[in-house]
């Protein structure tokens, strides 16, 4: 890796070939963040260079850095987000739907005595890797990278607890609800062990991790709680220890403000009322929280509608909100808090809207071997919107 300072690398970032003449002073003003905040903090935690590249993601329209929320795209404003949009939005793939891999299903046993079985999607051979996903998804979420890392290792893309084709304990199919206390059962404590008792059931004592949205959260407890498993961990667009207050303050309740609503019985009902509507509810997300607003094609709504239509799904998903979003919640832990040196990318889109960039500056706090890469033009579904980036980023941080 050339040697030179977290400084020099951003700027090249800001100023040097691939930058976009045309980006407005909010943008630029972007990368000085990412500069001061990011880099700077990365280089003096760590005590020596971090090189943050700026990776370019093509065919999709420039983020907004002011990150508007929902009440922004009333009067044609939504409507016209989506027409600007790129719909060249598979970069010259064929969609693989989730019967063109290779599924499995091992059982766990929980602590409290019952099974928990959980489904994933393993192919490729080399050391293993395991791909873990967040809400709104499931393992078919890596759709777009699992082939292409699987020519370099073992991808086990994996459902979590709640999720996918995995068990949602406690769930009654009676009254389309999980009877079990989602903070003693859906909890960051009980789905981190979940990967623990996965890797050891298919009889990994080691591997590299991968945790994006939710999954980022569990992945920043594992390499603290079980870092004799970690060789290498990657993080994309992560939520760390301190964003929860600044994802709950009021500023930014116009981007969060689907977490109260999924801690409601009314939730599930409503959203799982017909088919229709939960394609409109899930849609909104995808789109939404993406910064090429037309990015996902209609073939792709419709099999992630067919996830969520699943007996439990909708309400597996909600119940890791009322676990850990909620005042009874647990929250982190004191080593939670404590840095690692374990070796990390961080992966960020710039236009998420969800999980903004601006909150990279706790990234370095905890990681102090840290590779940082903000993805342009991507937003929080950094692995499906800039998947050549992503990959190649993966895969060459593994191999080095």
């Known amino acids: ?143 777009m990278n699992i082939k292409e890392l699987a020519k370099h290792f073992d991808v086990i893309a994996v459902d979590m607890r709640g999720y996918g084709d995995s068990d949602k304990p406690g769930y009654n199919p009676k009254t389309n609800r999980i009877d079990l206390d989602p903070i003693d059962h859906y909890d960051l404590n009980t789905t981190v062990d979940d990967h623990m008792r996965v890797a050891r059931a298919l009889g990994i004592e080691k591997a590299y991790w991968l945790g994006h949205d939710w999954a980022s959260l569990t992945m920043h407890k594992f390499v603290r709680r079980y870092p004799e498993m970690v060789k290498k961990l990657i993080l994309a667009n992560p939520f760390l220890p301190g964003a929860e207050t600044r994802y709950l303050s009021p500023a930014f309740h116009g981007h969060s403000y689907y977490a109260s609503f999924h801690s409601t019985p009314l939730a599930t009902e409503l959203v799982g009322s017909s088919r229709e509507a939960t394609k409109i509810y899930f849609r909104w997300f995808f789109n939404w929280w993406s910064a090429n607003k037309a990015l996902w094609t209609p073939e792709e709504i419709e099999i992630i509608t067919d996830n969520f239509v699943k007996p439990g799904n909708i309400e597996g998903g909600f119940s890791w909100y009322r676990a850990n979003l909620s005042p009874a919640a647990r929250g982190w832990e004191p080593r939670d808090y404590e840095p690692t040196h374990i070796p990390t990318l961080c992966v960020w889109g710039e236009g998420d809207t969800c999980v903004i960039i601006d909150w990279a500056d706790l990234v370095p706090q905890y990681y102090l071997n840290l590779k940082f890469v903000p993805v342009k033009n991507a937003g929080h579904f950094v692995m499906r919107e800039a998947p050549d980036v992503f990959n190649q980023q993966v895969i060459s941080f593994l191999k080095s």
């Open 1 to 143: 890796m050339e040697h030179r300072s977290s400084h020099a690398a951003l700027e090249q970032g800001l100023n040097g070939q691939g930058s976009d003449s045309r980006e407005d002073a909010a943008s630029i003003e972007r990368r000085r963040f990412l500069l001061t905040a990011g880099a700077g903090i990365a280089a003096a935690v760590a005590g020596n260079a971090a090189v943050i590249p700026r990776a370019q993601a093509a065919g999709e329209v420039k983020p907004s850095y002011r990150v508007p929320t929902y009440r922004d795209l009333y009067r044609g404003k939504w409507e016209e987000l989506i027409a600007q949009g790129s719909t060249d939005s598979l970069y010259g793939r064929k969609i693989l739907r989730p019967e063109d891999f290779k599924h499995y299903t091992v059982t766990t046993k929980d602590p409290r005595g019952y099974d928990v079985k959980f489904h994933y999607v393993r192919e490729g051979q080399g050391e293993p890797l395991f791909l873990f996903h967040g809400w709104p998804g499931f393992w078919w979420d890596y759709w």
